[in-house]
């Protein structure tokens, strides 16, 4: 069975600074791996997905992930957060070959402040 | 643009009730999903379909139940509410599992 970690629940940082949010995965597969955001009061909202080829992948807003296998790792940045990146970011995997069901983790809530 | 259209955003029920929430996406899509989000929990998978007529439980179905007569609505039907199932719910919709899950805007739910 997949499952995902999200490292952090809570990230503060403030306005123009970089951000990292983590997310590590398990799984005994090759999997196709998705960030979504959520803003106050919506669904979700796909950021970017890893399907194959290039680990680096760029999303939606600035924001990109890299993949590395070795660690089973998808973590996503972006170089310079602004106010409007406030929300909610959750990692998903889905197996490749397998259901269409994606397990996601528990979410990292983004607080860019002034 | 995939549209899922969720019923309700808010809706007030009471313990005992039978409630139903309605989701309908407009893309012709094999796969629909009924989530529930709760605060540091994430979101939990409670029933899912692929095809008209066909279903599959999810992590936690209990409680639930699900109706997908045609291909563009899944239904969430919660035969007796009970005050734990006051959460957010989230419709998605899917056409194959490499492509992103398409999600409606919630309907936030308590019961009363």
């Known amino acids: 069975a997949q499952s995902v970690t999200q490292l952090d629940s809570q990230v503060p940082v403030f306005e123009e600074a970089p951000v990292e949010l983590r997310c590590n995965y398990s799984s005994s597969v090759s999997v196709y791996l998705f960030w979504y955001v959520q803003y106050p009061n919506q669904g979700l909202q796909l950021l970017l997905k890893?399907?194959?080829?290039?680990?680096l992948v760029k999303g939606i807003n600035g924001f990109e992930a890299e993949f590395n296998k070795s660690q089973t790792s998808f973590h996503l940045r972006k170089p310079s957060v602004h106010i409007s990146d406030t929300a909610e970011y959750f990692c998903a995997v889905n197996p490749q070959g397998g259901s269409e069901k994606l397990v996601f983790g528990k979410g990292t809530k983004l607080t860019v402040n002034p | 643009d995939v549209k899922v259209t969720q019923s309700s955003r808010y809706l007030v029920k009471r313990t005992g009730e039978k409630v139903f929430l309605e989701c309908v996406q407009d893309m012709d899509h094999e796969n629909m999903f009924w989530y529930r989000q709760d605060p540091g929990l994430g979101l939990r998978l409670i029933y899912f379909s692929y095809d008209v007529k066909m279903k599959e439980k999810g992590d936690i179905p209990e409680g639930y139940s699900v109706s997908r007569e045609k291909k563009e609505r899944f239904s969430l039907i919660l035969e007796s509410a009970s005050t734990n199932q006051t959460s957010m719910y989230l419709c998605?919709?899917?056409?194959?599992?490499?492509?992103?899950?398409?999600f409606g805007d919630g309907t936030r739910l308590s019961i009363l």
């Open positions: 998605a919709s899917t056409i194959f599992s490499n492509q992103p899950q398409h």
């Open positions: 890893y399907l194959s080829g290039s680990t």
